[in-house]
């Protein structure tokens, strides 16, 4: 009888997938961290994992472990090399977020762009008369550069357009005609990109822990410009966004994921500017997206123990071919 320890919270949808698939029992931990999972792995046949760190350490204590599905695309945090050598599938959901994550990253781009987090603090103070220093700009006919051109990517420029931006974007690993499908420039280096750019959104994972918008990508960017990261954590350098912001070169920032989270209470990202606008990793969090997570996520599990998992959402299938259950 398959045992699935579920590290987090997840939406009703799956857990009632799971309540009534015949022979599996399960765990739920509602704190969604390393300390509150890890003393009742020893004992899954399963974890079902939400953002928290997967680590060798926690993995050899899992004795009874066959497979992880990761509740969502990312798996930074996972440590694969010990999961490969125990031959231990790592899944993720399919596209069940895109759309939620661009009509965040639209969502933190128009707010930045209208001023709104900043104009709805003043007049909560009694600052009716901010409505007279015109600081708000308008979206049409400035140069969006999109960094990524995955499925969000391509959602951000679809959104874009329709609020009649210039859409440029970077990726090297996608075909020209899926640019051109979308009437969008591809630029074939971050430095033209960058210096064209009213704003820039990135839509990459993470790539050898160094950050792809560092001081001196921001520098390349025109004064004025947006920079919005719903990625991963620690791709935009936060100390040198926190100086472009204080030193007025860049317009503002909307920042979902970060490199701790949560932050310390005495980051400089909380106390920063308010043209910092910050969320808590929470941009594919939405009613629906959570509900496509969890089921997905459960799904392969239970498909999984039933021999009719999805090879694509397989992250690790090469490495751990053939032990793999399918």
Known sequence: MP????????????????????GFTYDLIHEVSVSSYAPF????????????????????????????????????????????????????????????????????????????????????????????????????????????????????????????????????????????????ERVEALEKGLTSADAVTVHLPLQDDKPLIGQAEIAMLKPGAIVINTARGGIVDESALIEALKNGHIRGAGIDV?????????????HASYHLLLSPHTAGLTQEAAMRMSVSAVNNIINYFNGTLDETLIVNKREISPAINI
């Open 3 to 22: 045992h699935v320890l579920i590290a987090g919270k997840i939406h009703d949808a799956g857990l009632d997938i799971l309540k009534n698939a015949p």
């Open 41 to 184: 792995i020893h004992n899954a046949d399963a974890l079902l994992l939400r953002t928290q760190p997967l680590t060798r350490t926690e993995i050899e204590k899992a004795g009874k472990l066959k497979i992880v599905s990761r509740h969502g695309v990312g798996y930074d945090a996972v440590e694969l090399s010990p999961l490969n050598e125990k031959g231990i599938p790592l899944t993720v959901v399919g596209d069940v977020n895109s759309l939620s994550v661009a009509e965040h990253t639209i969502s933190m781009l128009m707010t930045i762009a209208k001023h709104l987090h900043v104009y709805d603090g003043k007049i909560r103070s009694g600052n009716w008369n901010c409505r007279n220093n015109y600081d708000a700009i308008e979206l049409a006919g400035r140069t969006l550069f999109i960094i990524g051109f995955g499925r969000i990517g391509r959602e951000v420029a679809r959104m874009a357009r329709c609020f009649n931006m210039k859409v440029v974007a970077y990726d090297p690993f996608v075909a020209a005609r899926v640019f051109d499908d979308l009437a969008v």
């Open 258 to 270: 970060l490199t701790q989270e949560p932050p310390d209470i005495n980051s400089p990202l909380l």
